[in-house]
């Protein structure tokens, strides 16, 4: 049984990464919610910013993961912990280089095809702001 990562409570898996998105079915992918944190108003479903950030938590957690250029394929495995059948499916995806396979490229398909960046979460904000004070 999982446990809510938030307030403790049963939870069930949520892909950060959705699957529609492209997401993987890797361990650095899950987060466990219980079902008000996972679809609730603040929730990762409902509220863009908790997307955003974690995707940007699991984006960061991949660079701190792959801390070299290039990796092999037995590598990546070992890594990510991945099953044989994610594996060929991201590996389809990555061109092959004399040295390996591009950390860079590699994060970006896990990242479902995108690279986060915090400024979005600023400009987020700043839109939200904006949209406040046109109503007031």
Sequence with gaps: ???????GATADIHHIVHKQEGGYD?????KYLCNYHHRGKTGPHNCIETDIRYKLDMQ??????LPKEYYTAKELYSLLGMTN????????R?????EGYSKKEIIKILMGGKLYSYNILKELELERLFHNINIS
Excluded: A, V
Excluded at 26 to 30: F, R
Excluded at 85 to 92: E, P, Q
């Design 1 to 7: 049984m999982y446990h809510c990562e938030i307030c």
């Design 26 to 30: 890797i361990k650095i992918n899950y």
């Design 60 to 65: 960061d957690k991949i660079y701190k993961l």
């Design 85 to 92: 059948s994610s594996l060929k499916r991201l590996l389809r």
């Design 94 to 98: 990555l061109k092959l280089y004399k």
